[in-house]
């Protein structure tokens, strides 16, 4: 299971990015709980699933100790514009009219400090501009909820109509991908190091721990 996995090889980077993550809390909990994760986005251009704070409520022993709002500036861009996907179906869901984002400080009552950062924008092009930015995730979780707020796929091969997300990432493709089953095709280049088991969160899921082939 991904959980025992993680406390005997905790090492796994400091960044998580979880594409499409809506108000899915567990992975969240995973990572902050049982790894060297201290960085943490989430993207979501759904306003509806807009609840950072309701996403922390749900972590056992975290607590908030600072928020602010974010701005494109902080990423070392100009306009909430440059964080979605050059595809126009990128914009049926979500536009940069409402974009925004929100940067909370966390901590346990053992003194371990997380960013976790919430933006409201298109999740396949925030990758970019978060590599860009030299945050480039050392773990990525990949969840194809199917609910038909997407414009692509975050799974998927090497073609851009599989996963254009992918393609933006595959020069420089994170040490782990936690993989949603049954829904979700796995990145090329991984092999799975758990097996599936029963994430609760924003919905009932089965995910397994993927690792980059060296």
Aim: net charge negative.
């Amino acid at each position: 299971m991904p959980q025992q996995y993680l406390q005997q090889n905790p090492n796994v980077g400091k960044i998580l990015y979880y594409p499409g993550s809506g108000n899915d809390y567990s992975p969240l909990e995973l990572f902050l709980n049982n790894s060297t994760i201290d960085f943490v986005i989430y993207a979501d251009y759904g306003s509806e699933h807009f609840a950072p704070e309701e996403i922390v409520s749900h972590l056992h022993g975290w607590e908030i100790t600072r928020s602010c709002e974010l701005y494109p500036e902080d990423f070392n861009q100009n306009s909430w514009e440059n964080f979605w996907h050059g595809n126009p179906r990128s914009r049926e869901f979500g536009n940069p009219v409402n974009a925004g984002g929100v940067k909370l400080i966390l901590q346990n009552a053992q003194g371990k400090k997380v960013m976790f950062i919430y933006l409201r924008t298109d999740a396949v092009q925030t990758y970019k501009v978060l590599k860009d930015a030299g945050k480039t995730p050392n773990v990525i979780v990949i969840q194809d909820h199917g609910f038909g707020g997407n414009w692509t796929f975050f799974g998927g091969g090497e073609a851009e109509e599989d996963s254009p997300l992918y393609l933006l990432a595959v020069d420089s493709l994170p040490n782990y991908i936690l993989v949603g089953d049954g829904c979700t095709t796995p990145w090329n280049g991984y092999t799975a190091v758990t097996e599936a088991a029963e994430f609760q969160g924003m919905h009932v899921n089965n995910r397994t721990l993927y690792k980059l082939k060296r």
